[in-house]
């Protein structure tokens, strides 16, 4: 520990010093603007709600580089909080009392304070990142499925992980073949400050570009709780791998393990996603999609946890793009569940960026 103190510190007084003579440089930044919304025609049957507009995303912040070696970023998210589930209370015996439930819902367009880092890269190997950040779980398979205005990555879907933590994320590029990351987080997501227990998480990857075209990576993560209520130890194993040839076309794939789910002892989740595109024209693309979501069963039987937890997805459609900063789609997204608790959805999806 003493060793990484020392060294850190190296690089950020030479980094001082070489920022306080490099006259150079000039300080800049630039807005960040980021919105997802969909038209849903919901094709379920017997669905009550058979139409709807939605907005899935909207982004608001800033960037602004202070040197070559800092820069920082803040972003505001448009999301809803707060949202109040299905309430059940039942006595020793096991029989259900009535409830009365006076809690509201949040707006649906509440901002919230979604990343705000600071970032110090004192060369191109190296960079540390600071506050609230962007965390590098799914972040490369995302990048890779480039459809995220339409549907989540698998385990951003499924484990409901928030994209950003509080905390630490250090990035280093070891060569043009490897590179790794290391992240101490609070584990409460963006939500939420530190908890009573002092929790962490901990987190670490490895890119692996084997020759031109392919990647990998391997992902890893750990939390552990004093809190009684999360008694188990929760681990997260991530394996993925993607092709791309030139802007023609690209398949990839992922498994995902998630070992004891929110800290609760052998209830795990595991699964698989493949996904591909093809380029038909420079600006118009066809993909699909195809997931597939397990549990595991508690003393050998399939109870209603197994049954809440499996099922498979499929999301196929075409992608436009018709100028830099705007995605348009036409999709179908279903959803196969064992206990025939299906759902069939056909969207058309827009995304303007800055």
């Known amino acids: 520990m003493k060793l990484l103190i020392s060294i850190l510190t190296f690089f ?4 001082l010093a070489f920022a306080q003579t490099d006259t150079t440089f000039k300080p800049s930044g630039k807005p960040i603007i980021q919105v997802f919304g969909n038209f849903d025609y919901n094709a379920t049957q017997d669905a009550q709600k058979k139409y709807g507009f939605w907005f899935g995303r909207a982004h608001f912040g800033y960037e602004y580089q202070f040197s070559r070696q800092f ?31 006076s809690s509201k819902e949040g707006s649906y367009y509440t901002m919230t304070l979604k990343f705000a880092s600071l970032e110090w890269k004192p060369n191109e190997r190296f960079k540390i990142q ?23 990555t698998f385990q951003d879907r499924y484990y409901r992980i928030p994209s950003s933590d509080l905390g630490f994320i250090a990035y280093y590029k070891a060569s043009e073949k490897f590179g790794f990351d290391f992240a101490l987080t609070n584990g409460e997501g963006f939500r939420f400050d530190q908890d009573a227990y002092g929790d962490v998480k901990i987190a670490s990857g490895v890119d692996y570009y084997p020759v031109k075209g392919l990647q990998t990576r391997f992902f890893y993560d750990y939390t552990e709780s004093d809190n009684p209520a999360k008694p188990a ?30 800290n609760i002892s052998n209830h795990d989740l595991f699964g698989w996603s493949f996904y591909g595109s093809y380029a038909v024209r420079k600006n118009v693309e066809l993909f699909a999609r195809f997931d597939q979501l397990d549990a595991n069963t508690l003393n050998g039987e399939t109870t209603s946890w197994y049954y809440q937890n499996t099922g498979q997805a499929l999301i ?21 569940n064992p206990t025939a608790n299906n759902s069939n959805h056909f969207l058309v999806s827009f995304e303007y960026k800055l």
């Open 71 to 101: 820069s920082a970023k803040i972003v505001l998210d448009a999301g809803r909080p707060t949202t109040v589930g299905q309430i059940e209370v039942t006595d020793t015996t096991g029989n259900s009392l009535e409830v009365s439930n």
């Open 316 to 336: 196929t459609g075409v992608h436009f793009n018709p100028v830099k900063g705007i995605n348009v789609s036409a999709n179908y997204q279903g959803w196969f």
């Open 130 to 152: 600071a506050g609230g950040i962007l965390q590098n779980h799914y972040i490369t398979q995302e990048k890779f499925w480039g459809y995220r205005y339409l549907a989540e």
């Open 12 to 15: 950020l007084i030479t980094s």
């Open 233 to 262: 130890e929760q681990q997260l194993f991530s394996i993925f791998a993607g092709y791309k040839f030139q802007d023609k076309f690209r398949i990839g794939g992922e498994y995902n393990y998630r070992k004891n789910h929110q």
